[in-house]
């Protein structure tokens, strides 16, 4: 069986009017020297693609690792300076922040209470003012780190509540400005990413549409003689999808397998230079399925639009 | 037993187109054909070619043999009148269906229109192809007349590399390789010697004594006088039928 398959491809290669070696296309599609162009173009189109996709999927990933980073943490900040005007010496943030952890102790939403000193808020600020920089004297707030259970909007008003009757000046941070705009800049960035994957894919086609209908106008008189002979629209259009669906496929392969090493090498240099935005940016299986898939919509998307094109023409023919 | 009233008239006329039962090849009825806005080259044209006859079309140059030739093989549609092939009107065919009529028809080109980039071989083997003939029976058929046009050691050959003469034979060879039921043929000697062109009319003959209707368009007047078959004679975009000459002969020796 298996030594017949060459012999069956080559069969149905012949009646496809493509079998190399024994015939050509009836058309001289494949000697055209608009191929090379349009097998770039389309290996273009895969590679700007790749980046596009991979672009937003390393958006989405850095997104959800932040926000899972900050969800359902909060943080209660004690001021250092009173609404009067006053400040608070350290003896009095100390037996606040206290007071705090006692107050919210036992209830049910709390998964940990952690008060930060000195210590830890100096680590806080280094990478702005330097790991040297003496805080002494500084009017430092007072910061308790909270780890939620849940965090129902109920959660979060009945501690504001227990806080307020501390001291009505404690105010409770749950991140939920910071993360929503982070979000909103995350999903304009991945639609701008999908617009730009669509604005290929439409290009892609109208380069292909183009190179159809030039390729069909060249051979116009021959097309019509195999029309006279008694070929049908479909006889000539799969030599036409054939021929796109090939160079699409060498094009699309060329585009994938350079996108693929950029990325790798955009990931190495990332881990080399142990960028912490780019920390763990590497691309998981089901993204790299979906990259490896985008050869395979290149070339669907070359022969379903060189058959439409072609069809179409033909059908305006005599 | 009496199908009268149970088989009605149109399933009779469906079985026949299906079948292709002696059905009159081509009829021309009142057709004129113009291109764009200019005038009729062919006006009023009524001839009718049954299956398995031969003639030949003839007239001075500029008549309108090519233009009445390419209303045949169905390369343009008349532009008045209606014209029936194999029993159809051509003007009811869809794409599909005018597909199908073309495959019965083979055409030898006066320009030849052999596509350059195929072999010799290729190109005679391209209406089996279209047709989907299995791949051992087109390499049979297409090499017993490839050495039969005698260019069986030039079939790998590309036309560009032959001559005029070579190109007309692999020309003819590709319209008869089908077996069309209607062969039309634009001086389809033009370009060959003598010999070649007497073994190629006797071809003409023995696809005709097979039953295969033949047109052929050309000028000379001696392929004409020795073949005795009926003339379309086209002027000024009129027709007219002309029996030979022998054939006039024999009937008046026949009836005296």
């Known amino acids: 069986m298996i030594l017949k398959l060459p012999v069956v491809f080559k069969r149905k290669e012949r009646r496809i009017g493509s079998a190399q070696g024994k015939r050509q296309y009836d058309l001289p599609l494949s000697t055209d020297e608009g191929t090379v162009f349009l097998a770039l173009l389309i290996a273009l189109m895969t590679f700007l693609a790749i980046m596009a996709i991979s672009g937003s999927f390393a958006l989405k990933g850095m997104t959800s690792r932040w926000a899972d980073g900050l969800d359902k943490q909060a943080t209660i900040e004690i001021p250092a300076q009173k609404a009067d005007g006053s400040f608070r010496d350290d003896e009095a943030i100390t037996k606040i922040q206290n007071h705090i952890k006692s107050a919210l102790q036992g209830m049910p939403m709390i998964q940990t209470i952690t008060i930060l000193d000195e210590k830890d808020i100096g680590k806080m600020v280094s990478p702005w003012l330097g790991e040297d920089f003496s805080m002494d004297g500084l009017p430092l707030p007072g910061l308790v780190s909270l780890k939620l259970r849940s965090a129902t909007e109920k959660d979060i008003a009945k501690i504001r509540e227990t806080l307020t009757a501390i001291a009505p000046d404690i105010h409770l941070d749950t991140h939920e400005r910071w993360l929503a705009d982070l979000f909103r800049l995350s999903g304009a960035l991945r639609l701008a990413a999908l617009c730009i994957t669509v604005i290929i894919g439409f290009t892609t086609v109208t380069a292909i549409t183009g190179a159809i209908r030039s390729r069909m106008a060249i051979y116009k008189a021959d097309i019509e003689l195999l029309h006279l002979m008694g070929a049908r629209d479909y006889y000539i259009m799969k030599q036409f999808q054939r021929h796109a669906l090939i160079l699409a496929f060498k094009g699309a392969v060329i585009g994938t397998s350079i996108g693929l090493i950029l990325l790798l090498l955009i990931g190495w240099v990332a881990g080399d230079t142990g960028a912490v935005l780019l920390e763990n940016q590497g691309l998981g299986g089901q993204q790299l399925l979906s990259i490896l898939c985008l050869p395979f919509i290149a070339c669907a998307i070359a022969a379903l639009t060189a058959r439409h094109t072609v069809l179409r023409v033909l059908s305006l023919m005599p | ?256």
Request: charged share 20%; hydrophobic share 40%.
């Open chain 2, 1 to 256: 037993m009496n199908l009268i009233g149970i088989v009605k008239p149109e399933q009779v006329q469906a079985f026949k187109n299906a079948y292709g039962v002696h059905k009159t090849v081509i009829k021309f009825e009142h057709i004129g054909l113009r291109y764009s806005v200019g005038p009729e080259v062919l006006s009023d044209i009524n001839f009718t070619l049954e299956p398995g006859s031969f003639h030949f079309l003839t007239g001075p140059s500029g008549a309108g043999k090519t233009s009445l030739m390419s209303l045949m093989y169905l390369g343009r549609r008349p532009t008045r009148g209606i014209l029936t092939m194999f029993g159809q009107r051509t003007n009811e065919m869809n794409r599909e269906q005018l597909a199908a009529f073309r495959q019965r028809i083979g055409v030898v080109f006066q320009d030849f229109r052999l596509l350059p980039h195929l072999s010799a071989f290729d190109n005679v083997a391209l209406p089996l192809r279209i047709i989907g003939r299995p791949e051992k029976e087109i390499q049979n058929n297409v090499s017993e007349l490839m050495e039969w046009v005698g260019l069986g050691e030039h079939s790998r050959m590309l036309p560009p590399t032959m001559s005029g003469g070579q190109q007309q034979r692999i020309a003819i060879a590709r319209a008869v390789v089908a077996k069309p039921k209607l062969l039309l043929a634009d001086e389809p000697t033009g370009n060959l010697d003598d010999e070649i062109g007497f073994r190629l009319m006797n071809l003409f003959e023995q696809l005709n004594s097979m039953g295969t209707t033949i047109v052929i368009a050309t000028h000379s007047q001696k392929i004409m006088d020795q073949l005795e078959h009926p003339r379309l004679v086209l002027g000024q975009g009129h027709l007219r039928v002309e029996e030979p000459k022998g054939w006039i002969r024999r009937t008046i020796e026949g009836v005296f």
